[in-house]
């Protein structure tokens, strides 16, 4: 069966000084998961306390989040349709099931966000952000408890194949090595699955959803340049070039991904659909 093929640090199995900064990273971030980045850093020897000791001023000062916000601003997606109460009981999400999904997408677009922007501001130059006042939006936030997540291979095949087609829309041409983490978080509910797929394979099949993609992450990695100097201690060295790499990977292909392809799905599932007449 398909899988990821990064090694990660999962957080029940986290213990010592990673399970000491994963908590760090929960509460600095305000978020219920460990986004899958990071837990591949954990593996590099060294490297989640080298990450985290050059991106947590950032947030510690408010930057991440104030430029995130300024971020989220700019960024308009097209509205997908409205998921109505009765499509989604008819793919066996009910109301406790839409409230989880609807806490575990807050989740992800607000990481996302974050990690986008920080991390990407470990491979930039610092630039200058424009003088005068900018627009602002709030990052998603959620007090919800989220459920564990499971890995594809715990999966049953056509739940699995359901999350390995979803991941492959709106990526770039080359090996996938990761499978988005939000998808298997959703796999608890295949029904939700399916219905994404089907609202996101016609973008996916006309282009516009990777122009949509390469969009955001450009305006990302500008936000993301602003905060460069801002940066904590980043020591060079074999552990450095490591994660620098992985950062690469990661905020080239699936973060920058996800943030429009959430965004999306949580918008859909915020608008009232039309019931079936």
């Not at 100097?229 to 690469?248: C, K, N, Y």
Request: proline share 7%; with cysteine; net charge negative.
């Amino acid at each position: 069966m398909a899988k990821d093929t990064l090694p990660a640090i999962s957080e029940h199995g986290a213990s010592g000084e990673i399970a000491e900064l994963y908590a760090d990273i929960r509460q600095t971030l305000n978020v219920s998961a460990i986004n899958y980045v990071w837990r591949h850093i954990a593996t590099i020897d060294g490297g989640l306390r080298w990450a985290w000791q050059a991106a947590k001023p950032m947030f510690v000062s408010g930057r991440v989040e104030s430029e995130c916000e300024h971020l989220l601003a700019q960024l308009a997606y097209p509205q997908l349709p409205g998921l109505s109460d009765t499509t989604l009981s008819l793919v066996g999400v009910h109301a406790d099931g839409r409230d989880a999904i609807g806490a575990i997408l807050d989740t992800y677009n607000r990481g996302n966000l974050l990690n986008m922007v920080s991390l990407s501001a470990l491979l930039a130059e610092d630039v200058t952000p424009p003088a005068g006042q900018r627009p602002r939006a709030d990052l998603p936030a959620t007090d919800l408890p989220l459920p564990p997540i499971p890995e594809v291979a715990d999966l049953s095949d056509e739940t699995s194949d359901q999350v390995l087609a979803l991941n492959a829309l709106g990526a770039k041409p080359g090996p996938n090595r990761v499978v988005a983490s939000i998808y298997k978080h959703i796999a608890l509910w295949p029904g939700y699955l399916s219905v994404s797929w089907v609202q996101l394979a016609v973008m996916h099949a006309d282009g516009s959803l990777l122009r949509l993609i390469e969009d955001t992450q450009d305006k990302a990695r500008r936000h993301a340049a602003y905060l460069a100097g801002d940066l904590g201690p980043r020591p060079d060295g074999p552990v450095a070039d490591q994660v620098r790499r992985t950062v690469f990977e990661f905020t080239d292909t699936v973060i920058a991904r996800m943030i429009p392809i959430g965004q999306m799905m949580r918008q859909s599932l915020d608008r009232v659909g039309n019931p079936a007449s």
